[in-house]
C-alpha cells in the first residue's frame, strides 16, 4: 500500500477511534492522536481516551501518538502540535509504517491537511489584562471580527469554549493572523480523508450513556485528584466541558445534578459544533468521504471493510 497519510475523523462518540485502530491493524499503520486534550497526563476519563481500544483482541497493541506527552496545567496549543505532529509523522514513515490520523479536533486536523503555517505566539500581558473581565460571548464576538478582519480560520469555535482560550485565540489573531515565519513545511502528500457519520439521535444516545458510564468510572474522583496535586480550578476549567463543570461540583459552585445536566447540555453542543466544523472544512476544499459509522447493524470491521475498498 502507498504510504500515505489516512484520517479519520468525525464527532464525539461516534466510534472513530475502533475504526483507526482495525484500520492501522490491516495496513500496518500506526495511530497519531488528534484530540486537544488527550495530550494531557492523567486526564483520563474526562478526556475519553479509553487507551484499550488500541489492543486488539488478540493481545496485539497499535502504537498511538500524542497522546500523554505533556503535563496537566501546560497551556498546550496548535503550534506545538504542529511541531510534535511533524515529528511523529516523519518517525513512522521512515520506519515504513503507515501513519494514520484519528480525532475531533477539528482546528488541528486542519492545520495538517492544509499546512497552516504558524508562529508561537507569546503571551500578551496588556492584552490579558484589557480584556481580563470581559464575558466568553463578548470575547466571542470579538474574535469572530478579527477572523473577518484577518480572513483566518485558525480557531475552532468548537474549543473556544472558556474565557481564558477565548483570550489567548484573540492573543493570536492580534499578534499576526496568518503568521508565515513558524514550523516547518508538513509534506503529507495527497491524504486520504475520512468522515466517520452516525445518526444524530444515536451519537446523543451514546453521549449521554457514556457521561453517566464515565461519572461511574471515577470521573469526579479523577479531577478531585488533578486539584489535590496542586493543579489550579482555573487551569482545568480552561480545558472546557468535562474540566470545567466537574471542578465547578468539586468547588461546589453547582449541584451534582446541575453539573450532569450542564455537562451532557455541552457535549451535545460540542458534537454539533464539531460536525459544523468538518462541513467548514470540506467548503475550505478538504475532501472528505463520509461513511455509516459502527453500531449494531454495520460492525467495526464492515465499517473497515468500506474503508479498505475505497483505499
Not at 16 to 24: F, H, P, R
Not at 86 to 99: A, E
Not at 191 to 200: F, M
Not at 263 to 279: D, G, S
Request: contains cysteine; negative net charge; hydrophobic residues 35%.
Amino acid at each position: 500500500m502507498n504510504k500515505r497519510l489516512i484520517t479519520i475523523l468525525g464527532p464525539t462518540a461516534c466510534g472513530k477511534t475502533a475504526v483507526a485502530t482495525q484500520l492501522a491493524a490491516r495496513i500496518g499503520g500506526e495511530i497519531i492522536s488528534a484530540d486537544s486534550r488527550q495530550v494531557y497526563r492523567r486526564m483520563d476519563i474526562g478526556t475519553g481516551k479509553d487507551l484499550k481500544e488500541y489492543t486488539l483482541v488478540d493481545g496485539t497493541r497499535i502504537p498511538y501518538h500524542l497522546i500523554d506527552i505533556v503535563e496537566p496545567g501546560t497551556k498546550y496549543n496548535l503550534y506545538m502540535y504542529q511541531k510534535d505532529f511533524k515529528q511523529v509523522y516523519d518517525d513512522i514513515m521512515s520506519r515504513g509504517k503507515t501513519p494514520v490520523l484519528c480525532g475531533g479536533t477539528g482546528l488541528y486536523i486542519e492545520s495538517i491537511l492544509r499546512d497552516y503555517q504558524l508562529a508561537d505566539v507569546p503571551e500578551d500581558k496588556l492584552l490579558r489584562e484589557e480584556l481580563k473581565g470581559k464575558s466568553l460571548s463578548e470575547l466571542t464576538e470579538m474574535l469572530k471580527e478579527l477572523k473577518r478582519r484577518n480572513g483566518t480560520c485558525m480557531h475552532n469555535t468548537t474549543d473556544v469554549d472558556t474565557a481564558q482560550r477565548a483570550i489567548r485565540a484573540i492573543e493570536i489573531e492580534m499578534h499576526s493572523g496568518c503568521a508565515v515565519e513558524g514550523n516547518d513545511h508538513i509534506d503529507i502528500g495527497s491524504p486520504i480523508v475520512i468522515g466517520i457519520n452516525v445518526d444524530r439521535e444515536l451519537r446523543r444516545k451514546r453521549i449521554t450513556e457514556r457521561l453517566h458510564a464515565r461519572l461511574q468510572e471515577g470521573m469526579v474522583e479523577e479531577v478531585r485528584g488533578l486539584l489535590d496535586e496542586g493543579i489550579k480550578p482555573e487551569d482545568l476549567i480552561y480545558y472546557g466541558l468535562e474540566y470545567k463543570y466537574l471542578t465547578m461540583y468539586v468547588l461546589g459552585q453547582l449541584t451534582y445534578s446541575e453539573m450532569t445536566s450542564k455537562l451532557e447540555i455541552a457535549i451535545h453542543q460540542f458534537a454539533k459544533r464539531q460536525m459544523t466544523w468538518f462541513r467548514g472544512m470540506e467548503r475550505r476544499g478538504v475532501p472528505i468521504t463520509w461513511i455509516d459509522g459502527p453500531r449494531e447493524d454495520n460492525s467495526v470491521e464492515k465499517v473497515v471493510d468500506s474503508i479498505m475498498e475505497y483505499v
